[in-house]
């Protein structure tokens, strides 16, 4: 898989405040690359250097193993750092003529195309002071596709969207990625991106925490998941089971921690049977991203 963006030590600070602190990770084509953290983590620093609107005080970063940054090279790229000033009197289609106009990014044959990605093409002539939260939102993103880029950079996408607007972005999110065109985007909302999200990215105060594959980013420890009708009995059988590093009651089930990579649900079945324990419950549970954030965090 070729590496669409590639981050080498990038800094930056404002005075005495460290925004970012040496960040290396790379994106891989085609992926739906997420960067989280808290507020002030430096999200919205790393993409504005990245979109050169921002220049790091030390690092470099590359578009497609380009490092100088050609014209051509930016043109296959479309973002979205914030809602751009639509004129709340005119329609989808004249505020996208506008923006093609000023940005020159693709054609007026473009607009059509784009508004019937975001799914806006029933109300292209509607004004846009009629539009949801999320159809605004849509109509920014059909505003940064203009061009047809290989890459979309998006900060905080779904901010301020009711649940109904949310899943609105996620499913178009999804569709773009399965269009080819390679997605990063800035986001706090954990739940969200790790239903769209390949890749991960976690920043605390400007240090980087990790980067990688989702499923390889939460897996650093196996977790088996057990109920039955005795959770008391079943804690306390399990307290010296080999493998086990911590064990904990979580509601109506028992969770076993076992090192990555180690954890047999054969074995643990076979042992509750030799104790004498039905389990009316057993299986392997991921660590969400959430949980994996607040650790990682401290939050």
């Known amino acids: 898989m070729d590496t669409i963006l590639s981050l080498n030590n990038i800094s930056k600070h404002y005075g005495t405040v460290n ?37 790091p005080n030390a690092g470099s970063f590359s578009w497609f193993g380009e490092y100088d940054g050609s014209p051509d090279s930016r043109k296959k790229i479309g973002s979205l750092l914030e809602t751009p000033n639509f004129y709340h009197y005119l329609s989808a289609v004249d505020n996208l003529n506008i923006t093609q106009a000023i940005s020159g990014r693709g054609t007026k044959k473009d607009i059509d ?14 004004k846009f002071s009629t539009y949801s939260l999320g159809m605004k939102q849509r109509l920014a993103i059909a505003a940064a596709l203009l061009g047809t880029p290989k890459v979309l950079v998006l900060d905080e ?28 985007m800035a986001s706090h909302l954990l739940d969200e991106v790790e239903k769209v999200c390949t890749h991960v990215a976690i920043l605390k105060k ?7 594959d989702v499923d390889e980013v939460l897996v650093n420890e196996d977790i088996i998941e057990i109920a039955s009708s005795n959770l008391e009995t079943l804690q306390a059988v399990f307290q010296n089971f080999n493998g086990v590093t911590n064990l904990k009651l979580d509601g109506k089930t028992v969770h076993l921690f076992f090192p990555a990579g180690t954890a047999n649900l054969e074995e643990v079945n076979r042992f509750c049977f030799q104790q004498g324990i039905t389990l009316n419950h057993l299986t392997i549970k991921r660590k969400s991203l959430e949980t994996k954030f607040f650790e990682l965090t401290n939050n």
């Not at 960067?35 to 220049?55: A, H």
């Not at 195309?113 to 509607?126: A, D, G, P």
């Open 19 to 55: 925004a970012l602190n040496n960040v290396s990770f790379e994106v891989p084509e085609g992926s739906v690359f997420g960067i989280l953290g808290p507020n002030g983590s430096g999200k919205t620093t790393m993409l504005s250097i990245v979109l050169d609107i921002l220049k």
């Open 206 to 212: 400007g240090t980087l925490l990790t980067a990688g």
């Open 113 to 126: 195309e784009v508004l019937e990605i975001v799914n806006l093409t029933q109300r292209k002539k509607s």
């Open 157 to 184: 996408p779904a901010n301020g969207l009711d649940p109904e607007g949310i899943a609105e972005i996620r499913k178009l999110i999804k569709q773009l990625a399965e269009r080819g065109v390679t997605i990063i």
